[in-house]
């Protein structure tokens, strides 16, 4: 997809793309087309991130269903986690090379097409082929839906639409267990991929009837080694972290699997970072990190990492409570946390809108107090802590987080150069899955352990202790965010 839009494609990658100034890269006014066009995508982009966490209330049913075991049935999250964190640092070279078109043909053809497989599969393997095709789609909706805003919504607007993408990549995750909890209590489990496929179907006829391609492709060579390497990188980070966070018996001693995934992982991002480095200098990077030389992305970075960490954490740590200390059933758990994604999902454009009128400050430093006080008050619930209490606090953490998210997103992508609003996208989207694999495995850890010594409240407790500290970096981070402008002519990273 392009970095630079139609009518300044004439120019190549690298230095000319710096010469595109802000208002050339956007008209002061979105046209209709411009709307119909994100609009498609928002929608498409919910639909794909709503199927992310459908199937963990699900899980226990599939063991009964498909006669597999807990370890085994764990795989149709871990594996989508995977194709994810494999996919996504390859999604800045493919928006690059094919049209905006053709890349949302691929992802939500891809998608539709696993959700087909998915309802009709015989059996577990075909059921966890489906699911890595989904995830395949999915790596690609986000970052492409990003790239086209900075495209096409002109910076002093950019804020107020960024809001509604906080849409679907905060109220379809919340709604995500609601939805598949409703589902499993009137149908089978076929019937979550049998209810999603015909939204799918629809994005994907609307899309190919109304979707035009923003700006120019361009002629990048792939680089093997680069797209190799993301798999041990980024698949034995997430896979490692995801596997010494994945026992909730609070098993003594290390997982040796999962050390040894996340040794080689590292080892691996080490290698993949310097191959990138390298290949910056012939001007073609797989994922191109002098996004990292504008110091807003680089804060802009930092912050999400740390609100993701506590979101998942929060996300996977208050269902634990409420089921193994309140005992609460899957529908009522759901239920439970939908007011919180629904707040955090419908204050999304509102504050998009306050982003453009006061800028970054004023609303990370409200939302990231807002995010230790809610996880330091829930270090403190115990076995009688009232539910409407606890839907309270969780209500007050999405609203802190959605404060977050849209102004670190916008003020994040705003200083980069048009030739690297794809790679800056493709860089936050993977962060946020590492991260969210992160505050999993490392939350859940401090669950197990200390709840095999101490009990479950003293374990909930500790966790919830933890992800404070954590977030208190984000006071700090918070502090640090400037408002920033469009890429200035001659403002380079070269």
Same mark, same amino acid.
């Given at each position: 997809?392009?970095?630079?839009?139609s009518?300044?494609?004439?120019g190549?990658s690298?230095?000319?793309a710096?010469?595109?100034?802000p208002?050339?890269s956007?008209?002061?006014?979105?046209?209709?087309?411009?709307? !119909?066009i994100?609009?498609?995508?928002?929608?498409?982009t919910?639909v794909?991130i709503?199927n992310e966490t459908? &199937?963990?209330?699900?899980?226990q049913?599939?063991m009964?269903?498909?006669?597999?075991?807990?370890?085994?049935?764990?795989w149709l999250?871990?594996?989508?986690?995977?194709t994810m964190a494999?996919?996504?640092?390859?999604?800045g070279?493919?928006?690059?090379?094919?049209?905006t078109r053709?890349v949302?043909?691929l992802a939500m053809g891809?998608?539709?097409?696993?959700?087909?497989?998915?309802?009709?599969a015989p059996?577990?393997?075909i059921?966890l082929?489906?699911r890595?095709?989904?995830?395949?789609?999915?790596?690609?909706m986000?970052?492409?839906?990003?790239t !086209?805003?900075l !495209?096409?919504v $002109?910076?002093?607007k950019?804020g107020a639409?960024?809001?509604?993408?906080s849409i679907?990549?905060? @109220?379809?995750?919340? &709604?995500?267990?609601?939805?598949?909890?409703?589902?499993?209590?009137?149908?089978?489990?076929?019937?979550?991929? @049998?209810f999603?496929?015909?939204?799918?179907?629809?994005?994907?006829a609307?899309g190919a009837?109304?979707l035009?391609?923003?700006?120019?492709?361009e002629?990048?060579?792939?680089?093997?080694l680069s797209?190799?390497?993301?798999?041990?990188a980024?698949?034995g980070l997430?896979?490692?972290l995801?596997?010494?966070?994945g026992?909730h018996?609070?098993?003594s001693?290390?997982n040796?699997?999962?050390i040894a995934?996340?040794v080689?992982g590292?080892?691996?991002l080490?290698?993949?970072v310097?191959?990138?480095?390298?290949?910056q200098k012939?001007e073609?990077?797989?994922l191109?990190?002098?996004?990292?030389?504008?110091?807003?992305?680089t804060v802009?970075?930092?912050?999400?990492?740390?609100a993701?960490?506590?979101?998942?954490g929060g996300?996977i740590?208050? $269902?634990?409570? =409420?089921?193994?200390i309140r005992?609460?059933?899957?529908?009522?758990t759901?239920l439970a946390?939908?007011?919180g994604?629904l707040a955090?999902?419908?204050?999304?454009?509102?504050i998009?809108?306050l982003?453009?009128?006061?800028? $970054?400050?004023?609303?990370?430093v409200t939302?990231s107090v807002?995010?230790?006080?809610?996880?330091?008050?829930?270090? &403190?619930l115990?076995?009688?802590?009232p539910?409407?209490?606890i839907?309270?606090?969780?209500v007050?953490?999405?609203?802190?987080?959605?404060l977050?998210?849209t102004?670190?997103?916008?003020?994040?992508?705003n200083?980069l150069?048009p030739h690297?609003y794809?790679h800056?996208?493709?860089? &936050?989207?993977?962060a946020q899955?590492v991260a969210?694999?992160a505050g999993?495995?490392?939350?859940?850890?401090i669950f197990?352990?200390v709840s095999?010594?101490?009990g479950? @409240?003293a374990?909930?407790?500790?966790?919830?202790l !933890?992800?404070?500290?954590?977030? =208190?970096?984000?006071?700090v981070?918070s502090?640090m965010m400037?408002k920033?402008?469009?890429a200035? $002519?001659?403002h380079?990273?070269?």
């Open positions: 997809m392009s970095t630079e839009v009518s300044n494609a004439s190549k690298g230095q000319s710096h010469a595109a100034a208002k050339s956007a008209p002061e006014k979105m046209s209709r087309e411009s709307v !119909t994100i609009g498609t995508l928002l929608v498409a919910f794909v709503l459908i &199937m963990n209330v699900a899980l049913r599939l009964v269903d498909l006669g597999v075991d807990a370890p085994t049935v764990q999250s871990t594996g989508f986690m995977l494999v996919v996504i640092p390859t999604t070279f493919i928006l690059q090379s094919l049209s053709a949302f043909m891809l998608f539709a097409g696993g959700t087909a497989l998915a309802a009709v059996g577990f393997e059921l082929l489906a890595v095709i989904q995830a395949g789609g999915t790596a690609i986000l970052p492409l839906l990003m !086209t805003i !495209t096409l $002109p910076l002093a950019r639409v960024m809001g509604n993408v679907a990549i905060s @109220v379809a995750p919340a &709604m995500g267990p609601t939805v598949s909890g409703l589902i499993l209590e009137h149908f089978t489990w076929r019937f979550m991929f @049998v999603v496929l015909p939204v799918a179907l629809a994005a994907l609307i009837k109304y035009t391609n923003v700006g120019e492709t002629k990048t060579k792939l680089d093997f797209v190799l390497l993301t798999v041990p980024f698949g997430v896979y490692g995801s596997q010494i966070g026992g018996g609070g098993q001693g290390p040796t699997v999962a995934a996340l080689i590292v080892a691996s080490t290698v993949f310097l191959r990138q480095l390298r290949l012939a073609a990077p797989l191109d990190l002098r996004a990292f030389n504008f110091r807003m992305f802009s970075v930092l912050l999400m990492v740390v993701m960490m506590a979101l998942f996300v740590l208050l $269902p634990l409570y =409420l089921q193994e005992g609460l059933g899957s529908l009522e759901g946390l939908l007011p994604g955090m999902g419908l204050l999304g454009p509102f998009g809108r982003f453009d009128k006061v800028g $970054p400050l004023p609303l990370t939302g807002l995010m230790v006080l809610a996880l330091w008050q829930f270090s &403190m115990d076995a009688g802590t539910v409407w209490w839907v309270t606090l969780h007050g953490l999405s609203f802190g987080l959605a977050l998210f102004p670190a997103f916008t003020t994040g992508l200083p150069p690297l794809s800056g996208s493709a860089i &936050m989207s993977t899955q969210g694999a999993t495995a490392l939350l859940v850890s197990a352990v095999a010594a101490s479950l @409240v374990g909930m407790s500790a966790a919830f !933890t992800a404070t500290v954590i977030a =208190l970096a984000a006071v981070l502090a400037r920033t402008e469009g200035a $002519p001659g380079g990273s070269h």
